[in-house]
């Protein structure tokens, strides 16, 4: 049987989210997600299951437990509240709901043994549920090659490198992966069982791993699921279907 692959979603409170037809009335709760992520999942041989945001979190625990493996996915900026900062001018949108609902889905998810993919804001909630801490806003830094918003999205703008032999993502693709770049808050520091297993060529981490035999809890900076069609890519969506087999 395919594994059932639980996806978080995007929650928002805006009511101009449809540029061109606003979505339900002022007020209104949204939840939504590029289909890019259910595509990935499904070509890989994986059955995508959105698991939606409820009010008491808890209601989704017998969901996950039903669920193979969990896909953590892209989104807001998360509150920088989180690991002991104040929010920075050049920060993005803030969304608590999203924060609670991500953070609640991966530790129970990782408490409970399943293999999960963390994506972009995924990556960094991974890092923060462990305790880790973000930067805020990359060019604020004077890192700006992160946020290509001019180009495909499945073109590689740049190199990542892996710096760890012992990781999920050399054995999918060794020393050096092409990817596309769409974001501006990124780790600063991990902590253990957390550990950095790649980065770009201006040393920024693009690729992390939990230690400790937990079968895959592996969070990666860029966008694969943007880059489904590219074979190289979808390496990465077959390891991962794989270990939830």
């Known amino acids: 049987m395919k594994p059932f692959i639980g996806i978080t979603i995007n929650f928002d409170t805006r009511f101009d989210l449809g540029r061109n037809a606003p979505l339900g009335s002022p007020g209104s709760h949204s939840e939504y997600l590029s289909a890019d992520y259910n595509y990935a999942i499904e070509r890989a041989g994986g059955i995508p299951v959105l698991l939606p945001r409820t009010m008491d979190l808890a209601v989704l625990h017998p969901l996950i437990d039903r669920m193979d493996g969990i896909l953590v996915t892209g989104g807001n900026d998360l509150n920088?509240?989180?690991?002991?900062?104040?929010?920075?001018?050049?920060?993005?949108?803030?969304i608590p709901e999203r924060d609670d609902y991500d953070l609640d889905v991966l530790r129970y998810a990782y408490a409970q043994g399943k293999p999960i993919l963390c994506i972009c804001r995924g990556m960094q909630v991974l890092n923060v549920a462990f305790g880790g801490s973000l930067i805020q806003d990359l060019a604020s830094e004077g890192l700006l090659h992160h946020n290509i918003l001019t180009t495909p999205r499945e073109l590689a703008v740049h190199s990542v490198t892996v710096t760890d032999r012992d990781s999920w993502l050399y054995r999918v693709f060794g020393e050096t992966v092409g990817v596309n770049s769409f974001h501006h808050q990124a780790v600063r520091e991990a902590k253990a069982p957390?550990?950095?297993?790649?980065?770009?060529?201006?040393g920024i981490v693009e690729g992390i791993e939990v230690s400790g035999g937990h079968p895959f809890v592996v969070g990666v900076q860029w966008?694969?699921?943007k880059m489904y069609n590219v074979a190289e890519q979808h390496k990465l969506f077959n390891a991962f279907i794989e270990a939830c087999g």
């Open 223 to 225: 966008h694969p699921e």
């Open 194 to 202: 957390v550990r950095v297993t790649a980065v770009s060529e201006d």
């Open 80 to 94: 920088p509240a989180l690991w002991g900062e104040r929010v920075s001018p050049a920060s993005g949108r803030i």
